[in-house]
Nanobody, 123 residues
Framework: QVQLVESGGRLVQAGGSLRLSCAASGRTFTSYVMGWFRQAPGKEREFVAT????????YYSDSVKDRFTISRDNAKNTVYLQMNSMKPEDTAVYYC????????????????WGQGTQVTVSS
């Protein structure tokens, strides 16, 4: 089992940058594929990015590709989401998630979730 705690969300202006962090508990962090999802008010929770256990493989949604970068530091049990060229439509609660199946963009395949961190992008 793993516990996830996100941090770093805040208000940022359009065009700005922000880095989110997700700290994981436990000694089996490298067993998990990690992902970031987001949920805007009145919308479904959607996939943002995922990273393999080693960090060598990443995958992004079309809406964030080339603007966001997911990374992980297995020595620190932490996964990051670097967000650049941010847009008002990036406003959402961002969630970190973990699973052991393999690369997936499907929310229901993720077993563990953090509490979320609010990101607001002003125009």
């Amino acid at each position: 089992q793993v516990q996830l705690v996100e941090s770093g969300g805040r208000l940022v202006q359009a065009g700005g940058s922000l880095r989110l962090s997700c700290a994981a508990s436990g000694r089996t962090f490298t067993s998990y594929v990690m992902g970031w999802f987001r949920q805007a008010p009145g919308k479904e929770r959607e996939f943002v990015a995922t990273i393999s256990r080693s960090g060598g493989s990443t995958y992004y949604s079309d809406s964030v590709k080339d603007r966001f970068t997911i990374s992980r530091d297995n020595a620190k049990n932490t996964v990051y989401l670097q967000m650049n060229s941010m847009k008002p439509e990036d406003t959402a609660v961002y969630y970190c998630a973990a699973q052991r199946l393999g690369r997936s963009m499907v929310r229901d395949n993720y077993d563990y979730w953090g509490q979320g961190t609010q990101v607001t992008v002003s125009s």
